[in-house]
């Protein structure tokens, strides 16, 4: 150890003002200890809008559960953006996430991706994982909803007999259902996994009503007696929640665990809103009390930090210089001069600057 030490202190004089790590990324742009990073293998077309990309982890990646999503960085126009996304790929595979191409971000990764691309990472997180011991569950997706969902089915349905999955998946048309052709080869491969697939186009424009217990009895009669896993559109989730809580009554019905990709927030929690000032941009916006401070900043052409845009990571958090804001999941109105806010979760209350 001592002579690594003095080996490092002689590369640092020949390398000054640069790091011996700034030259070793160079070569292997993996290596760095600074910042996590991903080296694109594949990139697979799943639909017209969507792509799967796989890549290799560099030191310092946590393997991935099943289930679990991973805040993704890309250079856009010389600007590093952070955007969360669910983890796709099997436990014990390099992981892979599968993009949609909605907004600026998710539009790049989709459609501009190559193999030997570099992605910044963050380590995986998230508590929508399968549980411990297999049981009957049943998974209910839409759209992009399926993505985390996918790693478990891949991971669970074939490593293990007694699976007994049933999935429920609602998309606009066969077409842009994502990994169509490979759900129901694995249905076909594993008596394990039952796919239920539901086509709005093809059921005349009407979407999968979980409101209602009419369409879920037909799709899976045994529903009831299933620990069940949610993920897609808000009100997609909210039906759920609502019909889960509705027939809770029963306390053997097994629970619902729902994965979210947008914040819930209060309704009617907007307020007055106000002239928001950046102060080291030199920009300033008037804005609605329901609009968060990221989407204003952004709107402004500011170069927001920002990760999950649910309020979860943390990654948003810009010094509050003066005035309130608002947090749109509880209504309450906070705020002292220094204080962290998480801009993607509150709004103006009033006139606000911040320190970005």
């Known amino acids: 150890m001592t002579q690594f030490r003095a080996l490092r202190r002689v590369a640092s004089l020949l390398t000054t003002p640069r790091e011996p790590e700034d030259f070793l990324n160079l070569v292997n742009p993996l290596a760095s200890a600074r910042q996590l990073r991903g080296v694109v293998t594949k990139v697979v077309r799943e639909t017209a809008d969507s792509t799967t990309i796989h890549f290799r982890p560099g030191r310092g990646w946590n393997p991935h559960a099943a289930g679990q999503w991973a805040r993704i960085g890309v250079e856009i126009d010389g600007v590093r953006q952070w955007r969360s996304y669910s983890l796709s790929a099997a436990v014990g595979h390099?992981?892979?996430?599968?993009?949609?191409?909605?907004?600026?971000?998710?539009?790049?990764?989709?459609?501009?991706?190559?193999?030997?691309?570099?992605?910044?990472?963050?380590?995986?997180?998230?508590?929508?994982?399968?549980?411990?011991?297999?049981?009957?569950?049943?998974?209910?997706?839409?759209?992009?909803?399926?993505?985390?969902?996918?790693?478990?089915?891949?991971?669970?349905?074939?490593?293990?007999?007694?699976?007994?999955?049933?999935?429920?998946?609602?998309?606009?048309?066969?077409e842009e259902a994502l990994f169509h052709d490979e759900l129901l080869e694995l249905a076909d491969q594993f008596p394990g996994l039952t796919v239920r697939h539901w086509f709005t186009r093809e059921e005349g424009g009407r979407r999968l009503d979980l409101s209602d217990v009419t369409d879920l009895e037909t799709l899976c009669p045994d529903w009831r007696e299933r620990a069940a896993y949610a993920c897609g559109p808000t009100d997609f989730l909210d039906a759920a929640t609502e019909l889960w809580l509705r027939d809770g009554e029963d306390p053997a019905h097994p629970h619902l665990t729902i994965e979210r990709f947008a914040p819930v927030l209060l309704e009617g929690s907007g307020g007055e809103g106000g002239l928001l000032t950046f102060e080291k941009s030199d920009k300033e916006l008037e804005v609605g009390g329901d609009v968060p401070l990221l989407e204003a900043g952004e709107e402004c052409g500011v170069v927001m930090p920002s990760g999950c845009r649910m309020g979860i990571c943390r990654s948003c958090l810009v010094p509050l210089v003066a005035g309130k804001v608002r947090d749109l999941r509880t209504g309450e109105v906070h705020g002292d001069e220094g204080e962290l806010i998480q801009t993607c979760v509150n709004a103006a209350a009033g006139p606000v600057h911040l320190d970005i």
Do not use: N
């Open 94 to 174: 390099d992981p892979a996430i599968t993009v949609t191409a909605i907004g600026v971000v998710s539009t790049a990764l989709a459609r501009d991706t190559k193999v030997g691309d570099i992605l910044f990472l963050d380590t995986p997180q998230g508590d929508f994982v399968l549980p411990e011991h297999p049981r009957p569950l049943l998974m209910l997706t839409a759209g992009s909803g399926l993505t985390p969902v996918m790693s478990m089915i891949r991971t669970l349905v074939p490593r293990r007999p007694d699976a007994d999955v049933v999935l429920i998946h609602s998309a606009r048309t066969r």
